[in-house]
Structure formats: C-alpha cells, structure tokens
C-alpha cells in the first residue's frame, strides 16, 4: 500500500470516527436483522472489520425495467435493503477506499453477510469516485491570462474578461450543459473513436461526433487559443489520467443521516434518446397522482415520451403530436452527424418534432409541455400588433424564423385520463414552466431567448380548459424596469442599448432561463443565463400587460454561471452556481431603493445575497468546487425528510443531490450505476400516513448521452456497457430518506 | 515592419467594421471587398520573415482547425466544409456544404493565399455572421505555416 493510499484510508477511517453516532460497533445480534420477506439485509465487513458508510447494491434484471436498491451500511457495517419487488437480485459492495465485492444471488427475505474488498491502491480505488475528483484534474488558463487579448496577444480570445467567465464556458453553459466530464466515458478515448497521431487531434474528431457535433464544434470553437485551448486542455487531461495521474482528493464516505438514504434506480427509453425533466405530480399539490405513471420530456432526442409505472416497474413510451406534422422541423435538421459515434455510429439518433424540454402536471393530473407544436415561422395572427389581445397591442411578437429554432416551441397538453393531445398556440416562445398557486392556475413560462424575444408569458389554464380559446388564455408581457423610479410601469420606456432617458422605464433584454412562482407574494421568478447569471423577479400587478414590473439582480463575486433556479414559501431565491456553490437571493434583506437609475444594470442589492460552498475539489488555483450544478428545486413540502424548503442542487459531476440543510450540504449520493446527472428534480407524496415509505423525490438523468452512464454488467468500474444490451438508458432515480439506516 | 503590418491591420478591420453597419448596401459591399482585400495583402506583412513550415502548419491546423475541418481527399464536411484543395477554388463552392446566408452574400472571391490569410486571421471581421465567427483567428505567428499546409493538400 503505497503512502497516498495509506492516507486516503486514514482520512476515511477518520472522518467515519468523527461522524459516528453515540452508539459504538457493537455484535450484530439476531434481532437486529431478522428477515423479512421484502428485505435483504446482513452486515458488511473487510480485513479491518465492519464497514461503515458503504453502499450494498441490490440490482435485478428480471423486472420490466433496470432495477437496483441501494442503501447505506450503519456504523457496524449492517444493512437492510428494503422492500424488494419478488425477483432473483445480485448483492454487491461498492464504497470509497474499496474495490466492488463480487456479486453474490440472493433473494428478498435472506440474510447476507458480504465481504468488502479493499481497494489495492489508490488507482483502484479512484475508479469509483465521482467525476468532479477526475475533472478538477483538468488544467484551466491561470487567472493571469485573463483579460483575453486575442490570438497576437495572450491567446485568450478577447470575449473572455476574466478567468470566471472561461469556466463558465467550461462548466454548466458550455460543456457541462449537456455532459457529466470527468466520468469513465469523458476521461478515457473510446478506442472505436479511431486511431489519431495526437490527442487532441483525437479530442477534435471526438467533439464532432454523433448528433451534438454541431454544438460541441460551436462551443469549443468559442475556447480555441494558438495553443490549441480547451481542446487541447482536455487531451492533456486524458493524456495526463491515461499516464495514471489520479485525484488529489478522496470523497468521504455518507455520514449521518446521508446513512438513511434508500436510493431506487430504474431506466427508461433507450441507450440513442436523453431527457431533460421529469414530472411525477402537481408542485403545488404533491399527493397528486400518487403512486401514478411518471412521465419524461425527450428535447431534442424523440419525439417518444417515456412513461414509466414505478408500482409494477415497467416502462412504455408515447408519441407526442404536433399540429402540424408536415412542415414542423425536426432536430435532426440543426444537429446533423458529422463524424461517427463510437457507439451508434454514423445514425441519426435525434429526430425530434416536439422538441418536449420540461413539462408539468397540474390538479388533476393533466400534463404541460414545454413543446413544439408547429413551424416556428406560422405566427398566429393574434401575436401581432393588431390583434385583440393587450399583449400583442403593447409588444407583438412577430419575429418569423425559418427551419429549426430552439425555442420556437409553444404548449402541448395531455391528459391521462383521456389519453388525448391538445396544444396551446403561444405567441411566445416556452422553455421552463411553473404553475401559480392562484384561482386561474396560471402557468407561467420561461422563453431562454435574450434579445427582443425576451418576454415572460403566461396561460390561464382554467380558461383555457373552459373554452379552449388558446388565444384569450394567453399573455406576455416584456421585462420593463422602474428605472425613473415612479414605482409603477409607464407607457414607452428605453430600449437596450440606446441612449437611457432618465424620465422613463428601460426593457430589459435579459430571458429568463429557469422559472418559479413566489408562494410568499405572487411574484414570478427567474433565472438569466448571461454571465455572471442574474435572477430577475416580475410583479405580475393587476393587470399584467400593462403593470408587470421587472427587477433584475446580478450574481456578485465569489458567485458565478447559473441555469436552473427556485423559490422557496418564503420567498427567497435558491440558485446553482457553476462557480461550485449554492447561493440564495433574500430580497427581504435590500438596504436600498430597487427601482431609479442604474437599476437595469442588476448592481441593486448585493447584500440580498448568501453563497454556500458545494463539496468537491476545485481546479488548480480555483477556491470553487469542480462542480457544475445544472438546476436547483426546494422540498417546499418536506417531501424527503430534511425539512420543509430545503434547497437540493442536482450535483451533476458528484452522480449526486446537493441539498443544504442547516448551511451545509447533505450529500444524496447514487452510486450505481456512475454517471447520474439530472437537470431538475420532483417530489411526490404518494401516501401521507405511509411515513417515509409513501413519499420520494424523482430525477431522470438529463445527460445527453445516456450511453455515457456506467453500462449493465460493466466491463469496468463506471464504462459505459460494450453492447447494446448492455448500454444504459436513461435512469430514473427514486430518493427516500428513512428514520434510520435499518429501517424498513 | 511588424509593428506598421498591426497598425494597418488594424485601420482595415476598422473600415470593414464601419462598412458593414453601414445602410447604404452597395457602398456596404465595395467597402467590404476593397477592405477585404487589403486586408489579405497586410496580413502577409509577416508571411517573408521566414519559410512556412508545412509540418508546424499540420500541427497548428489540428490544433485550431481541425475542430471544424477535414483536410484529407475523403473527408466529410463537417461543422466547416472539407478543405482539400482549398486552394484556387472558388469561396462558398462546396456544392454539399450548407454555408450560413452571411457567407453566401458576401463571399465572392477565389481561395488564393492572401484570402486564406485574410480569412483565419479574423472569419468574424472579414464576414460578420459567419458560423466560423465563433472562431476567433490564427495567431500571425501561425498563419504562413497553416496556409502552406492547406496549400500541401490538393
């Protein structure tokens, strides 16, 4: 055992004592673990005794869906896997100082000791740690390099004004948007991408593959230096990891109540198609749908949604419409193959119409989507200046784009109860949605578009379920500031970058990305992806057209690099920061006027701000975790166990969820398979006197290469699987949290 | 000499800059071609302070366009179109490469050295809302050796 292996056991043995319960390891003794008929459960031990804070995995492979149960040993190394559906399972220990156990048959109802193997070095060991230990290996440009003065001067393209604004790119609104880096797959050359002289030209034919060729050429076109940037950051990053450089830092081992974790993974859709959200009931109302189907939204993937039936653990899909099949675009045509996967080769996995980015249920468990229905050059003539509607009067929207638009998408509904479509022509474009807690159940939109197309929309749901009358249903309003400081929204205001005329009100250009509506007051909220990131919060007033307001918040320093957000009842504002931390926006904590001058700017109310670092290494000379947390939801229900409004971050290079309790982080760790990555979260009660056993939170895998996840029967530690019966598809990850690590 | 070649470049890519925001569209584009041109010209202002190196342009090419080009007599267009035999054909010529509408519009020159040079060294001056324009350019220190690569190739 070399030195570095020896410490990194030390540290772990270390931070298990510190955290250990009053209780000390004690004989396990037969009432402890009795079986049960739906449990598997037993006690973990290695050469140094009883393990604590590993996982043992129970997984199955003859249920209608992947299946794996994993839970967390105690402080003596004892398990109970609970509530197992009847099948034949494999029972393993993964943990972080060991290597996997091998799989050993079992069935619900046995008792199990297992054996864990302890890693023979630190390499073996490393196999098993979230991605960010691997990707924080990746050397970034110092600080020094920053202001970029162009390809004559430093190299650094001259966009980048400082260090912050790179990683950012790098991280969450570039590269980390899509892919978990620093994973099995993203650390390691596939050998059927080819034979290349170098590696970066290898890196150079890698992000031209598959679908995503398109964005990964434009994104990393953006960081190319003389001396080759990011592009050749990465290779020397594989290079360096192939030569067997391993991470600086070891993850701990759960402690506490992370102890109490019941993970359940399940998979849906196929290895080709990748999701972005999942909705499992009504945010507002979480006993809606109890125990009922789940649903996904594909993107750009399909135009398949997946639905998945977690009581008998099966999966189906369903083919959303369109309006207008026809002439709507699909996502094949902006997202060509270039060059080959190495896994599907030169064939056009994503071919999607509907274009399904998030969705919602409401009361009665009708579905939303955030989806493409039609061309997005068919404008209805009601989106013009000379329609009926007040929000068309005061800002048309009348922009024709030709071919594929990313957002041109409107509102498709759908009700499971009978099983029928309809759509909701929206003028505005729809991206994220969140459903009001008011007497029309309004639903309010996202639109991620800057620039003129920069508006928040809305449909009152209750209406249009009445009427069917799409246009009467509909508003928009543009993001107007207070910026004369009259407290209300006058007729003309200044528009982006003209001359400010002090008496008047400013547009604002900023989109909102994520959307949230404020339980304390009505107000909606929002998230803006122009770094450093912004929240902007829209007072919908009286008559939203003509009255809603805009505020518009800058994320100050050490804080950077946002996606998703939310609100928590009392209405503060709960982002994730690519800069490695959670941050909150308490509104109620500004000193000063939030209207007048200057107030476009989002330079208001610094001190409304507080930054929670997430747990992780950093790069080199980076203070901030390696960590890119893509969206953040708050359990404003106390759906899992840790307290009403807490803040949980999808950590999506920790295979976690980050939530924040008591200031610090709570690590809701899925440990197989590796790679989970999700872009939102959802919790539902499906029976409230069931105790911890009738509620969850749910997460699909957002990556968009599923493939990229550790596969079936893995040929390593976390690689993707060789076969296509063996790739991962896309997870669906059930949480729960019992009272204690024995519980069931 | 070098400092002059900056300077100049620099007083060019101004004038295409004006050129372009301007309203009148035929002035708009004599400026551009006249611009565009010079700009060629003074961007080989360093081009004669020594040999191209065409290995030395392989390895620049690979690390700053390779991203978004093949090079090789097979290769398939990708987020750029395939470059064999770049040289002496005409711009926006790749019959199966679908060029963005600012390219098509205004590229109306063959592919000799000097354009290249023009071209690598600022797509996004050169053709404003060019898909290359997330690209920010070769370093002069680079652009002889890339040309003479790209010229190898044919």
């Not at chain 1, 030209?201 to 050429?217: E, I, K, N, S, V």
């Not at chain 1, 207070?482 to 400010?500: A, I, Q, S």
């Not at chain 1, 500004?590 to 989002?602: D, F, H, I, K």
Request: glycine content about 10%.
């Amino acid at each position: 055992m070399n030195n570095r292996f020896a410490l990194a056991i030390a540290v772990v043995v270390a931070s298990l004592v510190a955290a250990a319960t009053p209780h000390q390891a004690q004989p396990v003794k037969d009432e402890d673990h009795a079986a049960t008929a739906g449990n598997i459960r037993g006690v973990v031990t290695s050469r140094f005794g009883p393990e604590a804070g590993v996982w043992v995995i129970a997984e199955t492979k003859d249920l209608g869906t992947r299946f794996a149960k994993i839970v967390v040993t105690d402080h003596s190394g004892r398990f109970v896997v609970p509530d197992l559906p009847k099948a034949r399972y494999d029972v393993w220990v993964r943990g972080y100082g060991l290597a996997d156990s091998p799989k050993i048959a079992s069935e619900p109802g046995k008792s199990l000791n297992l054996a864990a193997v302890i890693a023979p070095d630190l390499a073996a060991a490393a196999q098993y740690y979230p991605a960010v230990y691997w990707f924080s290996l990746l050397r970034a440009p110092d600080k020094s390099k920053f202001p970029g003065t162009g390809p004559n001067g430093n190299g650094i393209p001259v966009e980048f004004k400082s260090q912050d604004q790179w990683l950012d790119v790098i991280k969450t609104n570039g590269c980390g948007n899509c892919h978990q880096l620093g994973n099995y797959a993203t650390r390691n050359i596939p050998p059927a991408l080819g034979h290349f002289d170098s590696s970066i030209a290898a890196w150079a034919q890698r992000l031209q593959t598959g679908p995503g060729g398109t964005t990964m050429a434009r994104t990393m076109g953006r960081l190319l230096t003389p001396d080759g940037g990011h592009l050749a950051a990465l290779a020397d990053w594989t290079d360096r990891i192939k030569a067997g450089e391993l991470p600086s830092a070891t993850p701990p081992r759960p402690v506490g109540i992370e102890r109490n974790l019941v993970i359940t993974v399940r998979d849906w859709l196929d290895p080709k198609h990748y999701l972005h959200d999942v909705v499992t009931t009504d945010r507002r109302r979480p006993t809606v749908n109890g125990h009922g189907l789940i649903y996904g939204a594909t993107e750009l993937s399909t135009d398949q949604i997946p639905i998945l039936d977690a009581v008998n653990n099966s999966k189906t899909t369903i083919r959303v419409p369109v309006r207008d099949p026809e002439a709507t675009p699909s996502s094949a045509q902006a997202n060509p193959v270039f060059a080959p996967s190495p896994y599907f080769g030169s064939e056009q996995v994503w071919d999607s119409q509907v274009n399904a980015h998030s969705l919602v249920m409401d009361q009665d468990g009708r579905i939303y989507f955030a989806a493409q229905t039609r061309p997005p050059n068919d404008i209805p003539a009601y989106c013009r200046k000379d329609s009926p509607l007040r929000s068309a009067q005061l800002y048309p929207l009348e922009e024709r784009h030709e071919g594929v638009f990313q957002n041109a998408r409107q509102v498709t509904v759908y009700d499971p109860t009978s099983k029928k479509f309809s759509f909701i022509d929206t003028c505005f474009g729809t991206q994220h949605l969140n459903l009001a807690e008011d007497a029309d159940n309004t639903l309010w939109f996202s639109t991620n578009t800057q620039g003129e197309l920069a508006v928040v929309g809305w449909v009152n749901t209750n209406k249009y379920r009445q009427t069917g009358d799409a246009a009467a249903s509909q508003g928009w309003t543009a993001l107007i500031v207070d910026t004369n400081g009259n407290g209300k929204r006058d007729e003309g205001y200044n528009e982006p970058g003209t001359p400010l005329d002090p008496d008047k009100d400013t547009r604002i250009p900023f989109a909102l990305y994520g959307i949230s509506f404020s339980p304390s007051d009505g107000s909606i909220w929002g998230s803006s992806l122009p770094h450093p990131g912004y929240v902007i919060r829209v007072s919908p007033g009286p008559n939203p057209p003509d009255t809603a307001l805009a505020e518009i918040y800058k994320v100050p320093m050490p804080g950077y690099g946002i996606r998703g957000m939310d609100v928590d009842r009392d209405g503060v504002v709960w982002v994730p920061l690519d800069s490695g931390h959670i941050a909150s926006f308490d509104r109620r904590k500004c000193s000063g006027p939030l209207n007048g001058p200057g107030a476009e700017r989002g330079e208001k109310c610094p001190e409304g701000w507080t930054f929670y670092p997430l747990p992780g290494p950093g790069f080199v000379g980076d203070s901030g975790a390696a960590e890119n947390p893509y969206y953040l939801w708050v359990d404003q229900h106390d759906i899992l166990g840790l307290g009403a409004n807490t803040p949980i971050a999808t950590g999506n290079q920790s295979d976690s969820l980050h939530a924040l309790v008591g200031g610090r982080i709570v690590e809701l760790r899925v440990p197989y398979p590796m790679g989970f990555y999700a872009k939102n979260i959802d919790g539902r009660i499906d029976n409230p006197g069931a105790g911890w056993k009738g509620r969850a939170l749910w997460a699909t895998s957002g990556n968009r290469t599923p493939v990229h996840i550790e596969g079936i029967d893995a040929p390593a530690p976390g690689a993707p699987g060789n076969t296509d019966a063996t790739r991962s598809s896309p997870l669906v990850v059930q949480f729960q949290l019992r009272p204690d690590p024995l519980a069931y | 000499m070098q400092d002059l070649c900056v300077v100049a470049r620099k007083w060019l890519r101004d004038r295409i800059v004006e050129a372009v925001t301007s309203e009148h569209d035929r002035t708009r584009r004599a400026m551009i071609r006249i611009a565009a041109g010079l700009l060629t010209l003074v961007a080989t202002c360093t081009r004669d302070a020594g040999a191209a190196d065409i290995a030395a342009g392989k390895a620049a090419f690979v690390r700053q366009c390779a991203l978004c080009h093949t090079i090789d007599a097979a290769g398939s267009n990708r987020y750029g179109p395939n470059l064999f035999g770049v040289i002496g054909r005409r711009a926006g010529s790749v019959s199966s490469f679908q060029y963005s509408p600012a390219f098509k519009s205004m590229a109306s020159w063959d592919w000799n050295e000097d354009a290249l040079g023009g071209w690598i060294s600022s797509p996004g001056t050169m053709v404003p809302g060019t898909t290359m324009g997330v690209f920010q350019g070769v370093a002069d220190r680079d652009r002889s050796d890339i040309i003479a690569y790209l010229a190898s190739q044919r």
